[in-house]
């Protein structure tokens, strides 16, 4: 029985089984969802009418070619897709942003301006002996995370289980792990138990006066980082406020900087479903920026509050939107802003955009390539319901011929 | 459609050709022979001008996840030096980190037809090779790394035959679609995960108690056994110690007779001499060179400025973390099977160590007398920019502008230095051998690098001046696969190159280990860890298969 890879979350199990079309999710309802989604809608229109593939192609090429500041927003994508969408930008003098970018774009800028300790997800299976869960449970997300990462019973170099502790608020805490030392923290005061554990694995004295502060677990899990072979800290940007979670990384990475003089310690954030590492990594290597980049003086720039595609709608800064949604099934956002809608089949549209194109779904109607959560692994996506849909590569393909070299 | 350059000065050196007048005939993308009558649908006055096969740079990190984390850190590079995009080009930027398409476009206007990505972690192979189809114009490749992977050390230390270990590499090399085997601080990027800070190379490994010279010993008779054109390439423990001249001369003997390509040497030429304990070894290394016919190297050499290293070397790349420039760096654990760190650097003239690493390099050049065994690389973008060749050309080339760079160093390192005393100027042969018919000679490359019929028609032209690094900077026209990619205005053509691998055979039956491997210990099973043989022509890359010696057997 074929095994096929998901690509409903970042962690891009690669274990599901195929059979006759149906799809095995090894438990996994995020998978298993993602692999039911209905057939739905397979026809491509106009204002609303049903027109062939063509001449969908041709007026979404005469909207972008048309317009003074073209937005291409959604980009959930595999990596061919996202090539593609990013070959179309810069003809057109595009501007690029995914959906909510905004926390993945917080743990990159602390990569830009600091750097990262990090490591995939095989080494954190093998290695981890302790593990710090910071902010809320990760396998809401990541269903399997746990049984993948932590639960593993092969390991290659940690004998029995690893130490594992969660810090965060209790009301987000993990169910499905046993968890040595909880350190309960309310959302508001989680950035200020970060500093103190930063302060204690210095071996500084947190003073008594951070009441809101669980200081003697915290010790704990200081201590325990400290005697690690391989310790590791999970997190997920999105858990942290707005204007926290570079803070958030900051800190991790600051915590990092100073266990890895003595002893190996190791960051993972987390998130990463929808393919946004795989669309971050082809922004850096074709335009060397992982998001948020304007194509429109003709070379690319960057800028995280400038090209946010949620501010550029509201601000009514850009006059035609590309929405692209073939991963998860995300209407385009509420918008005057005429839209061409890249959507797969089963995505409910609250009204009819200016062109409707019908893409597949990576991994249902077609093959196809996408990042994990840990950025460095690609895995091949089979086709597990094959259909004649065109993927957001040949969509966006036939758009840019259509658009040819005029601009 | 034949299409004639006529009248150049051709300098081949594969086919013994230096200096000559001739004219040169291309059809349908390779070197054809003179028409019997007469007849061209394209001509080019090559009158004065210099011809030669297309440059080939055999180690340029120019792909895959590091080279794509060097761009993020580098977010200065990308904000400084944009590119705009033209009526056929790409938008891109970057100098020291430059995006793909933006690479491709550098090279091909620099003459190069070719650039092998060097270091590709194992499971970064797929995530690689796509990027690779956005790299354009020039054809590439890479070498796989193995050394650090978990499997290889387990069979070293279990005492696995060394049939089983030629299977597994050849096995590694298909799955992801490699052209070469790299070896990186062997053992060492493993040992830094179990927190180890450094390794000699008879120093046993934490877990398997491997020693790096056993790893060598395997794997550079592995990549001779399967036939493998590229011998190992192989960047030596302790880059960038005082005294790890030892290590090098070691590593030398480890591959015991085997060949072996000795990478970024100058990075692994230091001895200990001197007030400040910093001294070269370069006429040491080059003096084993010299001697061991088995020993080709790449050298490596830094340029004065701003670039980032990037390199799998985590074990070094976490101790040099001390001179980031800007300050930062990141340090990555891969999958058992290596790593990556990134360090920025700026290197500075008036920094003793920068001033003699340059000296270093530049004396390794001089003083290997073989031409076909040391390559002209600068570890893009490590010691510096491939922009940077055309500069370094020169210094080969024209000893009174070396000399006057030199006396502008730190005061110290011109004493530290022989250089001012080595007279040696690298001919324009010289040059074309080590940067065209010698590279594709020790990739295995049979129809590039040279000019004669049936060659791939990859031909740079050049004006010929006295002053070679404004030749160098800027051919007259680039040729590749027959297509003017490059010409008097610039990028003229975009094709998309070849991506080159071999395909050692192996024992189908033997695979049996490396499955239960996979599917027991790590993240992605052995169903989806190889390529499968349609998925790089999926995505729209031209492989191109070059043929292996026959299998031997010790």
């Known amino acids: 029985m074929p095994s096929i890879a998901c690509p409903f979350c970042g962690l891009v199990c690669d274990d599901l089984l195929l059979e006759e079309g149906r799809v095995d999710s090894r438990g996994c309802a995020k998978g298993a969802a993602g692999f039911a989604r209905p057939e739905g809608i397979r026809e491509h229109r106009i204002a609303g009418g049903p027109v062939p593939f063509a001449a969908a192609a041709a007026a979404a090429a005469t909207l972008l070619a048309g317009a003074q500041q073209p937005l291409i927003a959604g980009l959930g994508a595999d990596i061919a897709g996202v090539r593609a969408l990013l070959a179309l930008a810069d003809r057109t003098g595009a501007i690029v942003d995914r959906w909510q970018s905004a926390a993945q774009l917080s743990n990159l800028a602390v990569m830009q301006r600091a750097g990262a300790l990090a490591a995939t997800f095989g080494e954190i299976a093998n290695r981890a002996d302790v593990v710090l869960l910071l902010g809320r449970d990760p396998s809401r997300e990541h269903p399997r995370l746990f049984e993948r990462l932590l639960r593993n019973r092969t390991a290659l170099y940690r004998a029995g289980a690893p130490w594992v502790s969660y810090l965060g608020p209790p009301a987000l805490a993990p169910a499905d792990i046993a968890l040595a030392v909880p350190a309960p923290v309310e959302a508001s005061s989680l950035v200020d138990a970060l500093a103190a554990l ?210 | 459609m034949i299409t004639k350059l006529a009248g150049g000065v051709v300098l081949d050196p594969a086919n013994g050709v230096n200096g000559e007048r001739r004219d040169l005939f291309m059809d349908n993308g390779r070197i054809v022979a003179a028409p019997a009558d007469g007849r061209v649908d394209r001509s080019y006055d090559l009158r004065g001008l210099v011809a030669m096969a297309g440059a080939i740079d055999i180690h340029s990190h120019v792909s895959g996840g590091k080279v794509n984390l060097a761009r993020l850190l580098m977010s200065e590079d990308h904000r400084d030096v944009t590119v705009a995009r033209g009526a056929l080009t790409r938008s891109g930027g970057g100098e020291a980190t430059p995006s793909s398409f933006v690479t491709g476009y550098r090279y091909a206007a620099m003459g190069y037809t070719a650039a092998f990505e060097p270091a590709m972690v194992p499971s970064n192979a797929r995530a690689a090779h796509l990027e690779m189809a956005d790299l354009p114009i020039i054809d590439k490749g890479t070498y796989v790394m193995l050394g650090n992977d978990e499997l290889l050390l387990r069979m070293l230390a279990e005492g696995a035959e060394q049939e089983r270990i030629d299977d597994y590499v050849a096995w590694m090399m298909q799955a992801t679609a490699a052209l070469g085997v790299k070896t990186v601080n062997p053992g060492g990027i493993s040992a830094f995960k179990f927190n180890g800070r450094g390794l000699d190379i008879d120093q046993a490994g934490p877990q398997h108690g491997v020693t790096p010279r056993r790893i060598i010993q395997a794997l550079a008779r592995a990549v001779s056994e399967l036939g493998v054109p590229h011998p190992l390439h192989t960047h030596c423990n302790n880059l960038g110690i005082p005294g790890n001249i030892e290590t090098t001369l070691a590593t030398i003997a480890a591959a015991e007779g085997f060949p072996i390509h000795l990478t970024h040497a100058q990075f692994h030429s230091y001895g200990t001499e001197g007030d400040r304990h910093f001294s070269s070894a370069a006429a040491r290394l080059a003096e084993a060179v010299n001697r061991n016919r088995n020993v080709t190297l790449d050298v490596g050499q830094i340029m004065f400025g701003q670039t980032v290293t990037a390199s799998a070397d985590t074990m070094a790349q976490y101790r040099n973390r001390v001179f980031a420039s800007p300050d930062k760096w990141i340090s990555m654990d891969i999958e058992c099977d290596g790593g990556c760190g990134l360090v920025p650097f700026h290197y500075r003239d008036t920094n003793f160590v920068n001033a003699l690493q340059w000296a270093i390099g530049l004396e390794l050049f001089l003083l290997i007398a073989d031409p076909w065994r040391v390559f002209l690389t600068t570890d893009h973008p490590n010691g510096a920019p491939f922009t940077a060749y055309p500069t370094l050309v020169r210094l080969l080339m024209d000893r009174g502008y070396r000399n006057d760079c030199l006396k502008t160093l730190h005061p110290a390192a011109q004493k530290a230095t022989n250089l001012g005393s080595i007279a040696r100027e690298y001919t324009l042969e010289e040059i074309a051998i080590m940067t065209r018919a010698s590279p594709a000679r020790l990739l295995g490359l049979a129809d590039r690098g040279q000019l004669g019929i049936g060659a791939a028609a990859d031909i740079t032209v050049y004006a010929d001046d006295a002053d070679r690094e404004r030749m160098f900077r800027a051919p007259r026209y680039v040729f590749k696969d027959g297509v003017e990619v490059s010409g008097e205005s610039g990028i003229a053509a975009m094709p998309m190159g070849a991506t080159h691998v071999v395909r050692p055979e192996f024992d189908k039956g033997a695979t049996g280990p490396i499955k239960r491997f996979f599917d027991d210990h790590m993240t992605v099973g052995f169903a989806h860890f190889p390529l499968s043989p349609g998925e790089l022509a999926d995505a729209g890359i031209r492989v191109l298969e070059h043929a292996c010696r026959p299998r031997t057997r010790a």
């Open chain 1, 198 to 407: 930063s302060a204690m694995v210095r071996g500084k004295r947190v003073a008594g006066n951070a009441a809101a502060l669980p200081l003697a677990a915290l010790g704990q899990i200081a201590e325990r980082l400290k005697a690690a072979r391989y310790g590791a800290i999970l997190w997920e940007a999105a858990a942290f406020a707005l204007g926290e979670a570079q803070i958030a990384a900051a800190l991790v990475l600051h915590i990092l900087r100073i266990l890895n003089l003595t002893t190996r310690c190791v960051g993972l954030p987390l998130g990463g479903g929808d393919n946004a590492q795989g669309a971050a990594q082809a922004m850096l290597w074709q335009a060397g920026w992982p998001g948020r980049i304007s194509f429109a003086t003709g070379t690319p720039e960057h800028d995280p509050w400038r090209f946010d595609a949620e501010r550029l709608l509201a601000a009514r800064e850009v006059d035609a939107l590309l929405w692209v949604a073939a991963l998860s099934p995300t209407p385009p956002p509420a918008t005057t802003v005429p839209t061409v809608a890249l959507v797969g089949p089963d995505v409910t549209l609250p009204a009819a955009p200016a062109v409707e194109i019908r893409v597949g779904v990576p991994a249902l109607d077609h093959a196809g390539a996408v990042v994990r959560a840990d950025t460095v692994i690609a895995l091949p996506l089979a086709a597990a319901r094959p259909s004649a849909l065109p993927s957001v590569a040949a969509a966006a393909a036939a758009i840019l011929e259509r658009i040819g070299a005029s601009r």
